[in-house]
């Protein structure tokens, strides 16, 4: 079972897909992407595979570590994100090789269903209430929306007044049972996250996300201090080594690594495995397509200390393209009551529709994040 060859794709809305085709023909599909950064990735990914082809594809420990250590540079979002579609790609071979879904190559399941949580307000939120409404009217049980707009390192309360309306409208639309997540996108700085905290604190979040930067996640151990509401943090930060610090520091209470960017389904386990060993929660990090979306359940359907799944189905990143329009079987995503069912079918457990991939990758996309300033002309977090 080696490696004959290695595509891509890249589709809208800004998703860059890989088919890995082994010599007795299976089928391996990953998703290597950089949000913005999709060319970047696709050439890490030419790069690295000089080396996958005419290996055996089974092997997926020794060509993960072939990858990340054979070089002198290494980590990082181009190239963890370019190895995590590689790795996804060889798992859902395995698994299709064997005739079982990867959860079962990673101890069986621990649970029949993973609860999901929809976006609203999008990056500038403006109409929650109604948005609220709407998901929660459609089963959904976990929410989550973008705390603020720009905000300066020391910033007004005014703005801050503004997002803890925002945040008290939806609570108050939904009620408690509903529980609220709100990202501050690392749009924050630790003065302000500190203030926020403690306003948002009688609606009781489910969790505030990456209220600083990664950069800057020494600040969390201060921030914990200033607030009793759950902090998830991890989207932007690669392997398990890039954990090692706020878990052992003590100042989160939820992991948030993405599948795509973190290193693939095998090294999110092992994060996942880390937090759990710190009584940390999971909540994979996915904003992206359906090839990361079934990586991550998979994942989730293994993982004891995995509580909710981020899925990008209406997101506002999504036009042109959403989540459900490259599977050619998208019921296997039926979210039912806020929760998608176990995957049962081999590998990652869907079934890509390539041709309409194809037909896409002819559109192709130039997505690229948008750049943001504050009132006096300086550059701000997006």
């Known amino acids: 079972m080696k490696i004959k060859s290695m595509e891509l794709f890249k589709v809208p809305p800004r998703w860059l897909f890989l088919k890995v085709t082994t010599d007795d023909g299976i089928e391996g599909w990953g998703e290597p992407i950089v949000e913005g950064k999709a060319d970047t990735v696709e050439t890490a990914v030419h790069e690295m595979s000089e080396y996958l082809i005419g290996k055996d594809a089974s092997c997926i420990e020794d060509l993960w570590q072939v990858l990340y250590r054979g070089g002198f540079y290494r980590g990082g979002p181009v190239l963890t994100s370019a190895i995590s579609g590689i790795e996804q790609a060889l798992w859902d071979i395995k698994g299709k090789s064997l005739g079982v879904p990867v959860y079962e190559l990673m101890g069986g399941a ?49 703005k801050v007044q503004k997002a803890v309306e925002r945040v008290g409208k939806v609570r108050e639309a939904v009620g408690y049972d509903v529980g609220i997540g709100i990202d501050f996108h690392g749009r924050v700085h630790k003065a302000m996250a500190k203030l926020l905290l403690k306003e948002l604190e009688p609606f009781k979040p489910l969790f505030i996300e990456e209220p600083v930067l990664p950069e800057n996640n020494e600040a969390l151990l201060e921030i914990s201090r200033h607030s009793v509401i759950p902090i998830a943090t991890g989207e932007r930060m690669y392997t398990r080594w890039g954990f090692k610090t706020v878990l052992t520091q003590g100042c989160v209470d939820i992991v948030q690594p993405d599948i795509s960017h973190t290193g693939g389904i095998w090294e ?14 999971v909540a994979p990090h996915c904003p992206l397509g359906p090839i990361a979306l079934a990586a991550s359940l998979q994942l989730d359907f293994c993982t004891p200390n ?5 899925q990008s189905l209406g997101i506002h990143y999504n036009q042109e393209s959403d989540l ?59």
């Open 268 to 281: 999110t386990r092992k994060i996942a495995a880390m937090a759990e060993s710190f009584d940390v929660a």
């Open 110 to 158: 621990v649970r029949d269903k993973m609860q999901v949580y929809a976006w609203i307000g999008g990056d500038r939120p403006a109409d929650v209430v109604n948005s609220a409404k709407k998901q929660v009217d459609a089963g959904f049980r976990a929410l989550k929306m973008n705390a603020t707009e720009e905000m300066g390192w020391i910033d007004s309360f005014g």
């Open 324 to 382: 459900l329009d490259y599977l050619a079987e998208p019921e296997v995503f039926e979210y039912k009551d806020g929760y998608v069912s176990r995957l049962t079918k081999p590998g990652l457990g869907i079934e890509i529709d390539e041709q309409k991939v194809r037909n896409m990758a002819l559109q192709g996309h130039n997505w690229r994040n948008p750049v943001w300033r504050n009132e006096d002309g300086s550059v701000t977090e997006w």
């Open 306 to 310: 995995a509580f909710i799944q981020e």
